[in-house]
């Protein structure tokens, strides 16, 4: 009996030694991913440890993780997370789950384990550290992105609204300028100012014009005739824009007071000639609109310039050509 009494002692001993208490079972790790499950204080029970390494087994094999104890031997595969478990007391655990992949990526939790019977504080705890490890798998939302306002568009200078009326008025400094033609030696040249108020919407309206310009000499062989002109007209005009670049287009009639006079008698003749205008003016900018033009007055009827008893010499000019460079200022 004795033979058989020796070896029963030794088989006993090796079984309650601490070395070989009851252990997990030994982790298969392979290529899958796997979270290693550290145990810290002095308060773990044996049957608890491997209680709770067996409920989180089976908790976290839903989601293809392995679970393993800390390994003795550095792996070949790094984890992929891992948690600590600190026993404070009888009362209570502290889980703290890491993210190895991501810097600073810590949560945890504390779980109070007293009210819990011994039989089912390893499932509690599991089931906390699968939380935890879920809690930790949560992207934190993205702040909102902050709501930028779009520009509004830039509102356009009211004098461009095409659906507004307008009155414009402009002045410019002009020269009105006759051929020379019909017995004519030279061009007759007279300097003055041209006035100009318009009345539009969109891009039609209509406009009325004079110009006030200084007497002129109209020269013929041998004869002088001093000529005096006052030209008003009444226009249909058509306004092309874009943006600040404008062109206009005027169309109307013309009706000129004139007067002619020979100085050395004295003799004087006043008129009124009528005829067509068209004018084309150039300008930039809504409100102040800077521009350049130019004319054309047309007269069909001309008179002669006669002596008694030695007959004509000449006639009235019939084309009077314009050119000015002023300013037009529009309302509202």
């Known amino acids: 009996m004795l033979r058989f009494a020796c070896p029963a002692c030794l088989a006993a001993v090796l079984a309650w030694s601490p070395g070989t208490s009851a252990q997990p079972d030994a982790c298969a790790r392979g290529a899958d ?138 002045v410019a400094p002009a020269l009105q300028i006759a051929p020379a033609s019909s017995g004519r030696s030279h061009a007759a040249v007279s300097p003055g100012v041209a006035l100009r108020l318009s009345l539009g919407r969109a891009n039609f309206g209509g406009s009325v014009g004079v110009a006030i310009t200084r007497a002129t000499d109209l020269s013929f062989t041998g004869v002088e005739i001093r000529d005096f002109r006052l030209p008003a007209d009444v226009s249909f005009n058509v306004r092309l824009s874009r943006g600040p670049a404008q062109a206009t287009l005027d169309i109307g009639l013309v009706a000129a007071l004139v007067n002619y006079e020979y100085a050395p008698t004295g003799d004087a003749h006043s008129a009124v000639e009528l005829g067509g205008r068209a004018g084309l003016r150039f300008g930039w900018g809504y409100r102040f609109v800077p521009w350049i033009g130019t004319s054309l007055e047309a007269l069909p009827r001309s008179s002669e310039f006669r002596f008694a008893p030695t007959g004509s010499f000449g006639r009235t000019p019939s084309i009077w050509l314009g050119f000015a460079l002023g300013t037009e200022v529009r309302w509202p």
């Open 33 to 170: 991913p796997w979270v290693e499950v550290i145990f810290s204080g002095p308060n773990w029970s044996d049957e608890v440890r491997d209680g709770v390494i067996r409920e989180l087994r089976i908790e976290l094999s839903r989601r293809s993780l392995e679970v393993c104890p800390g390994p003795e031997q550095s792996p070949e595969l790094a984890p992929e997370k891992v948690v600590t478990l600190l026993a404070e007391g009888t009362e209570r655990v502290s889980i703290v789950a890491s993210n190895m992949e991501k810097e600073g990526g810590f949560t945890g939790r504390t779980i109070m384990i007293g009210s819990i019977p011994e039989d089912a504080r390893a499932l509690a705890i599991a089931q906390a550290v699968d939380e935890a490890l879920r809690t930790g798998d949560d992207e934190p939302p993205a702040p909102p992105k902050p709501r930028v306002a779009a520009p509004a568009a830039p509102l356009a200078p009211r004098a461009a609204r095409s659906s507004a009326w307008f009155v414009a008025a402009a």
